[in-house]
């Protein structure tokens, strides 16, 4: 089941932002995330915000539903021009391609998409053929990322996936072939039963694929999905952090050595990173429509409420669908950061730190987790055993 939204304070009727805030949105970029909340099946570990037609979920309506929040926000914010747009989920690729070109266009026409925006849809592989592939890159998108989590078929049964091994490949090929410029595939490691040469097939998988970026992150079990129950009546081990640590080493090996190279620590591409991720990591805004969705605008953060019903209704009433927001101060603003731009290649200025965490850095930098040169440069920058300990870094720089 989804996990639960943060409390907050609550948001006004019209949505509207505190005083002075919304007169300097997207002054450094500005980004769009169109949540699609609907799946054909729920995998057995993901607790994201997504619900199936057997739960009562459908998606009719739900294109005017978006349409008329960003309607809202239009009267929220007046971002000098979009420059990212990501639609993520859920799958986005259950809806037509048409469906999801009235929502881009939608964005367009009452924001303005830069010349030069980055329009990524996440995509299940068995979700799209090269027919719907050539309809969404006519429709304005030119980025796709598509969930292949596995080579492995005893892995993806165990993550409850649907699709064929073969199949992802072959999707990229054809999302290749229709004019994307910029195909991710993503990998999930540290399953149970996954082997060490079970992940390296996997990796071996999307080199072959000529994708130009690759996502890889270990295995999280989240409380309240089918794959935690399993845990617990010890049906499934847990994951083990040592044999995560390998994996991430294989990992950074066969992608480097494929002429990728990491600019977050889960993330490599070979010449153009993921834009859209790279504006959540540097504290950008954004604007986020959907149930459930995130927002952010210069230090204020709100969140829709969560079932797609809820949504509607709001939207039906006229209001805003937010459900709650928080005001960060400047430490929390700082503390994020931190906590965020530490993760990414360029690292973070050690001038941003005050004196208690430059200390911690020096104690990072002794243990072998910053780079001594990006230090001597005045910038903290992981290391590969650094990216290993990324939280544990993280923590001490905050």
């Not at 649907?162 to 999707?171: D, E, F, I, K, L």
């Not at 540290?190 to 690759?214: I, K, M, N, Q």
């Not at 010449?271 to 990591?281: D, G, I, T, V």
Request: net charge negative.
């Amino acid at each position: 089941m989804p996990g639960a939204l943060p409390e907050g304070e609550p948001i006004p009727r019209d949505g509207s932002l505190p005083d002075g805030v919304a007169d300097a949105a997207g002054a450094d970029g500005f980004g769009v995330y169109v949540h699609v909340p609907f799946c054909a099946t729920r995998c057995g570990y993901c607790d994201f915000n997504t619900y199936t037609a057997s739960e009562g979920v459908v998606s009719t309506g739900y294109v005017e539903q978006v349409l008329d929040e960003l309607a809202l926000a239009a009267k929220v914010v007046r971002p000098p021009r979009v420059d990212t747009v990501f639609f993520g989920g859920g799958t986005p690729t259950l809806l037509p391609p048409a469906e999801l070109g009235r929502i881009l266009d939608g964005i367009d026409r009452t924001w303005g998409l830069a010349a030069d925006a980055e329009v990524t849809t996440e995509a299940n592989p068995e979700s799209v053929d090269p027919a719907a592939l050539r309809e969404l890159r006519a429709a304005g998108f030119n980025r796709i990322s598509l969930g292949m989590q596995s080579a492995a078929p005893h892995v993806l049964a165990v993550l409850d996936r649907r699709h064929t091994p073969g199949r992802p490949a072959r999707a990229a090929e054809e999302a290749r072939d229709a004019g994307f410029a910029h195909v991710n595939l993503d990998l999930i490691y540290g399953t149970p039963g996954e082997r060490a040469e079970d992940f390296a097939a996997s990796l071996r998988t999307v080199v072959d694929a000529g994708v130009d970026h690759v996502s890889a992150y270990a295995l999280i079990v989240e409380d309240g999905t089918r794959m935690a129950a399993r845990m617990r009546r010890g049906e499934l081990p847990y994951p083990d952090d040592d044999v995560a640590a390998d994996r991430y080493l294989q990992a950074e090996a066969a992608l480097t050595g494929a002429g990728l190279r990491w600019y977050e620590v889960s993330n490599w591409s070979r010449e153009a990173p993921c834009r859209h991720n790279e504006l959540y990591w540097r504290g950008g805004d954004w604007w986020g429509l959907g149930p459930g969705a995130h927002s952010h605008v210069r230090g204020v953060r709100w969140w829709n409420v969560k079932h797609p019903h809820a949504y509607a209704a709001r939207l039906a009433d006229g209001a805003s669908p937010g459900q709650a927001r928080e005001v960060l101060t400047g430490e929390e603003r700082h503390m994020e950061d931190v906590l965020l731009r530490i993760r990414l290649a360029e690292g973070l200025p050690l001038a941003m730190l005050p004196p208690d965490a430059l200390a911690a850095a020096r104690d990072c930098l002794a243990d072998g987790q910053l780079e001594a040169d990006g230090f001597a440069a005045g910038r903290a920058v992981l290391t590969l055993r650094g990216r290993l300990l990324a939280d544990l870094v993280a923590r001490a720089l905050t």
